[in-house]
């Protein structure tokens, strides 16, 4: 079964100066990290190798989102943070993302890293919900 209209007739010209200043807006809050229900935009856009033709770039929205937990010491060893057992603070954590290629342990792995409060509590804010 085909398409009632030719695909082709959605793929109309590219501005590419509005593209451009779209990614420059992007990159001029590069480092902000937004908390938990904040809107994160996403922009994929196809361009060439050399960047100067982009085809059809994407704008989508989504929900910022945050990992979180606790590090204490299990006195009995039962896996449940019992009455009297505390959390330890000052302990670093490590977040292992797996980068372009979706696997842990190679070449393009990024890490985040947090400090556990007085209480044993660490969160990672301002993760874009899907990526690895």
Known sequence: MGYKYPIAAYLAPQDV?????????????????????EAIGIVL???NAAGTTHYQPLVMETQA???????????DADGVQDAGEQGIAG?????IGGGA????????????????????????TGLTPGVQ
């Open 45 to 47: 856009d196809p361009a």
């Open 65 to 75: 989102a945050k990992l979180g937990d606790f590090v204490g010491e299990d006195l």
């Open 17 to 37: 100066s509005d593209i451009n200043a779209l990614v420059s807006l992007a990159l001029a809050h590069d480092g902000y990290v937004p908390d938990v229900g």
């Open 91 to 95: 302990q670093t954590v490590t977040l």
């Open 101 to 124: 290629d979706g696997l842990i342990g190679t070449g393009d792995d990024t890490t985040a890293t947090v400090t556990t409060d007085a209480s044993g509590n660490y969160r990672f």
